[in-house]
């Protein structure tokens, strides 16, 4: 147990030195992503996730690690999303990224952590009834794109790299 | 030139393959995902445990998610030191009660911020956590 929480402390460091150089942690990045100003949290997120796609996958194929799939309930998907999307806007930070704010002196992020503490409680008082309701809403179990489509996920996965590359180059060439 | 270790800042490009790495090897070695709002549904339930054990004890939430600390409470505490390492090391740590973009909008005062962001954060918690985030 011990060695799990130095695991994740140093992971933590690592993830959030990272974070910082690429000034992810910014009010002013995270809004500016979200008024279509400026995508710096778009390069890094979805480059993040390139790497991580490419990576983690082929350490399935190699049988090193298992996949962690989490059930796709629209309900809770999609009224969650545009609820945390509502919150996200006013905050101007997200969970993780409001912790590394306040590491970075940005202490207006304490705030954030505080919100975030009550909303946790408020969800855990309302958690029975969101399990009878929006959470049976559309409930299509763990699946996953190259499931759905029935093929490898090599060809899923570079055809998502290309997009994304695309969509990198729009992004230079419109300096966002 | 400059080392990469002394520039101020890096493309979110390079910081963002970098994130990824990490992921990679904490899924290899360790077997564990990144995710943080889980972190802040087991502090509220240590805190109501101080208040309450027996009715924390009989809520189905924090039945199915246990209040301790875990793996991903140190990952979160982690990201706070690497943030405040990273910025220490390039000098760009700066003391700021309000970001600057919101400053220009809505001007200087700390107390309409604190409140915006408290009710921007609670909002943002309820809705991650329904969506499983």
Redesign the interface.
């Known amino acids: 147990m011990t060695t799990q929480l130095i695991y994740g402390l140093v992971t933590g460091i690592l993830f959030g030195f990272f974070l910082q150089r690429g000034q992810v942690l910014r009010y002013d990045k995270q809004i500016g992503a979200l008024r279509l100003m400026d995508m710096t949290i778009f390069k890094f997120m979805l480059t993040a996730i390139l790497v991580g796609s490419v990576g983690i996958y082929l350490l399935k194929d190699l049988g090193l690690v298992k996949l962690s799939i989490k059930s796709t309930i629209l309900g809770g998907t999609i009224i969650g999303g545009l609820i945390f999307g509502l919150g996200w806007g006013l905050l101007g930070y997200c969970p993780g990224t409001s912790m590394g704010a306040v590491g970075e002196g940005r202490w207006d992020g304490i705030w954030g952590l505080l919100g975030m503490l009550a909303g946790a409680a408020i969800y855990a008082e309302a958690y029975p009834l969101m399990k009878r309701t929006v959470l049976t809403w559309g409930d299509l179990g763990k699946i996953t794109v190259p499931g759905i489509l029935g093929i490898s996920h090599w060809i899923v996965i570079p055809l998502f790299m290309l997009a994304v590359v695309g969509l990198f180059f729009w992004f230079e060439k419109k300096k966002l | 030139m400059e080392k990469l270790g002394e520039k101020k ?16 090897l ?9 995710g ?2 889980t ?3 087991r ?3 240590l ?2 445990n101080a208040i309450s054990p027996e009715r924390v004890s009989q ?4 039945i199915k998610t246990t209040p301790k ?19 220490r090391l ?1 000098g ?11 400053r220009n909008r809505f001007g200087p005062r700390i107390s309409t ?21």
Request: with cysteine.
């Open positions: 800042y890096w493309s979110p490009y390079l910081a963002g393959a970098c994130a990824g790495l990490v992921l990679v904490s899924v290899w070695f360790t077997g564990k995902y990144f943080a709002s972190s802040f549904v502090s509220v339930g805190l109501e809520m189905d939430y924090f600390i875990e793996w991903q409470w140190m990952f979160v505490f982690g990201i706070f030191i690497g943030s405040l390492l990273a910025s390039s760009t740590f700066k003391m700021q009660a309000v970001p600057e973009m919101w911020r604190a409140i915006v962001a408290f009710l921007g954060g609670l909002v943002a918690m309820f809705g991650a956590r329904l969506a499983g985030g």
